[in-house]
């Protein structure tokens, strides 16, 4: 039994709490205040990994595990932005407000995944050309023996809508689960399902958890369903992440280029004890010296002739830089908070 067993005071003892301001109490889970403490007084708790250790056993059975993200964009852009900042959704004149944490996550999940409907007070997940499905439609054309996971059943039941020759398994449905291909809700698959590691060779989770997020255990108990030392044959683990528009960086400036060498302008100096200069040059574009292209125009006739003296040549150089992370993510702008709090802010909070 959890303890304490109420929820939010489990969370506040065991968790790090950060602001919200949509949530009634303010506040809301963020991550555990000491996770290894947290599970190793937990009575009669294994991780796989202890399992394993204790059999024994050979890692992933001596097979192998391919992890392969696969990013889409979100489905409905529009509305994520409306409901990160006002907590509202609206369509067709109809709007819903989520409540507490687990309501926004189901509302961003349906907003990022699928196409939606407003079902007041709830939203509802439907059938849409997004992203995300049409991926999923061209996995399942591709390839058979693969489980798709979600953590919701309307997008599971949405899933087989698209794919009524799949299986699917939910809370309260269990159908054609003798097919190649099946979709489950996570739900179901945590805990008490054996046999899975015979049947799937590729795994498709909708939902992947980070390392640092309270439910990582659950994840890795389901990614042992078909992975670890029940493994019967190599097994790809497709993870679907989120990417934002890109985050672009543009340049727009002008460079002068020797007509002779081809090398570029890095240093103009004064010859001591005359009116005259001596230009040096680098042969990499990166140590050239740069002037912004707005710049150049309003004073394009004294660069033309420096350029002549020196027998140069101007370059306009026009560049775009796309920003990732290491693992493929997209960069996103930061936008700094205003703390000052407005009189509309504070009849949003409300």
């Not at 205003?338 to 409300?350: H, V």
Request: aromatic share 10%.
């Amino acid at each position: 039994m959890a303890d304490p067993n109420q929820r939010e005071n489990w969370q506040l003892a065991h968790g790090k709490m950060k602001y919200s301001k949509f949530s009634y109490s303010k506040q809301e889970w963020d991550d555990f205040r000491d996770y290894e403490n947290y599970v190793s007084n937990l009575p009669n708790f294994f991780r796989w990994e202890e399992v394993e250790d204790i059999e024994e056993a050979e890692e992933n059975n001596g097979f192998e595990v391919v992890f392969e993200p696969i990013w889409c964009l979100t489905a409905n852009p529009e509305e994520l932005d409306q409901f990160r900042k006002l907590n509202i959704v609206g369509k067709n004149g109809k709007y819903a407000m989520a409540k507490q944490t687990f309501g926004r996550k189901t509302f961003e999940r349906y907003l990022i995944q699928t196409g939606f409907e407003v079902d007041f007070p709830k939203l509802k997940a439907v059938n849409a050309d997004t992203p995300m499905l049409l991926q999923l439609d061209l996995l399942l054309a591709s390839k058979t023996e693969m489980l798709i996971v979600s953590k919701s059943k309307q997008i599971v039941e949405v899933i087989r809508e698209r794919h009524p020759e799949i299986g699917i398994w939910t809370g309260d449905k269990k159908d054609s689960l003798e097919q190649t291909n099946v979709v489950a809700t996570s739900q179901v698959l945590g805990v008490g399902v054996d046999g899975l590691q015979h049947k799937f060779k590729t795994i498709v989770i909708l939902d992947p958890v980070s390392p640092s997020d309270g439910d990582y255990d659950d994840y890795r108990q389901l990614l042992w369903r078909v992975t670890g030392s029940r493994q019967q044959h190599d097994v790809r683990v497709i993870e679907f992440y989120l990417r934002r528009i890109k985050m672009k960086l543009s340049s727009d400036y002008i460079v002068m280029r020797d007509k002779q060498s081809g090398h570029f302008l890095n240093e103009l100096k004064n010859k001591r004890s005359s009116l005259a200069t001596k230009a040096g040059f680098v042969d990499d574009i990166r140590g050239a010296l740069t002037m912004p292209y707005d710049c150049y125009l309003e004073q394009k006739t004294a660069l033309k002739a420096l350029a002549k003296v020196h027998g140069m040549e101007i370059i306009r150089v026009k560049a775009t830089f796309d920003l990732t992370y290491p693992n493929g993510g997209d960069v996103q702008k930061i936008e700094r908070e205003n703390k000052n709090i407005g009189l509309f802010d504070l009849l949003r909070s409300l």
